[in-house]
């Protein structure tokens, strides 16, 4: 067991991974729905629809992720790293006129 999650109590590591599935998973969700937007080949509000819809594929496979048999960090840095690097790419190709 790692040693370092071990000095916090279980209750505050059960309260530390919901709140990874429920914020982490939001801002992974909100971050692809927006590259998805950015990149999809298809209409402005086509592609934004189906970024939308897509955001809930990733939002139940970030909650299982979530509470995955991972260390606390790997968890939170799993559900955020990406989730910086999808609204950027997201953010910059809506910039350059890849979207609405």
Known sequence: MNTRSSSFSPALRLLSRVAAAVFGGYALASAAAVFLAAVLPAGPAEAAL???????AVYTVAVIWAF???SLPRAWAGLLL???VL???GLA???A???A
């Open 97 to 99: 006129g890849g979207g």
């Open 68 to 70: 995955a048999p991972v």
């Open 93 to 95: 190709l809506r910039g």
């Open 82 to 84: 990406p989730a910086v």
């Open 87 to 89: 609204a950027g790419l």
């Open 50 to 56: 189906g970024g939308m819809q897509f955001s809930f």
